[in-house]
T-cell receptor
Framework: DVKVTQSSRYLVKRTGEKVFLECVQD?????MFWYRQDPGLGLRLIYF???????EKGDIPEGYSVSREKKERFSLILESTSTNQTSMYLC?????????????FGSGTRLTVV | DAKTTQPPSMDCAEGRAANLPCNHS???????VYWYRQIHSQGPQYIIH???NNETNEMASLIITEDRKSSTLILPHATLRDTAVYYC?????????????FGQGTTLQVKP
């Protein structure tokens, strides 16, 4: 069964701390994405990557950065957390084959910044 | 990508078919219709997608109207585990922008 694995289900961090959210996929997908999900706002795209070492800003990149050193791994970095970054963070991947444009999501990381 | 409109909530009796509608009147010729669902506290799960023809897989059927301005997701025999928020999304099937725009979706409550 294909998988997108996020390293943590729940995290609690203090304001100003640095946070790494890790995402690994085993489907050899080229495209990987980071979203955050907040009540009433739906899913919003933070960053995405369509190849190793490539990254593109999504709709809300401020306060975040990403790293894609290997095809299977896409990391989201919060350099200095703030309380407004409390959210559910979702990683997804997608292949480029014509018959497979569906996205596979991880289970999510619920980050609380106090 | 075209915008979609879904009812905010629906109920369905266990064992019955659940029919979830979606309007996408501004859909363009190269845009696919995707359905995802999200069970509480989990990531969204892909269900099915289609372009023009009706599609069926082990999870559901997708019926797209001839003018492609609306579609219906059918869960043929709903179970309690199908209780979730269902999202209808329209986007181009090509390109790398990867921007899935999730609206508010339909909260389906399957009742015993």
């Amino acid at each position: 069964d294909v998988k997108v694995t996020q390293s943590s289900r729940y995290l609690v961090k203090r304001t100003g701390e640095k946070v790494f959210l890790e995402c690994v996929q085993d489907m050899d997908h080229e495209n990987m994405f980071w979203y955050r999900q907040d009540p009433g706002l739906g899913l919003r795209l933070i960053y995405f990557s369509y190849d190793v070492k490539m990254k593109e800003k999504g709709d809300i990149p401020e306060g975040y950065s990403v790293s894609r050193e290997k095809k299977e791994r896409f990391s989201l970095i919060l350099e200095s957390t703030s309380t407004n970054q409390t959210s559910m963070y979702l990683c997804a991947s997608r292949g480029t084959e014509t018959a497979n444009y569906g996205y596979t999501f991880g289970s999510g990381t619920r980050l609380t910044v106090v | 990508d075209a915008k979609t409109t879904q009812p905010p909530s629906m109920d369905c009796a266990e064992g019955r078919a659940a029919n979830l509608p979606c309007n996408h009147s501004t859909i363009s010729g190269n845009e696919y219709v995707y359905w995802y669902r999200q069970i509480h506290s989990q990531g969204p799960q892909y269900i099915i997608h289609g372009l023009k023809n009706n599609e069926t897989n082990e999870m559901a059927s997708l019926i797209i109207t001839e003018d492609r301005k609306s579609s219906t997701l059918i869960l043929p025999h709903a179970t309690l585990r199908d209780t979730a928020v269902y999202y209808c999304i329209v986007r181009s099937g090509s390109g790398n922008t990867g921007k899935l725009i999730f609206g508010q979706g339909t909260t389906l409550q399957v009742k015993p």
